[in-house]
């Protein structure tokens, strides 16, 4: 192999590399999936809640354990 190839194999070793090193970043910093289960009374209540606030009831789960979480450290 010339120095012209193994240049150019090096290269797009490195670009795999990289596109790898991007991935794997993007998959630390998602979200974390959490399966939960709730009473229907419950539900119907974050629901509610949900749609006064107009977020999801995802969001809303999010919303009030981010809250709990300030709250535990004292923060506002």
């Not at 090193?21 to 629901?47: H, M, Y």
């Amino acid at each position: 192999m010339d120095p012209k190839e193994r240049e150019e194999a090096l290269r797009e070793r490195l670009e795999r590399i990289e596109a790898l090193e991007r991935e794997l970043k993007a998959k630390e910093s998602a979200k974390k999936q959490v399966p939960l289960r709730l009473s229907n009374t419950l539900w119907t209540e974050i629901a509610a809640w949900a749609e006064e606030d107009f977020r999801s009831i995802n969001g809303q789960i999010e919303y009030i354990l981010t809250e709990a979480v300030r709250r535990r450290k004292g923060g506002k």
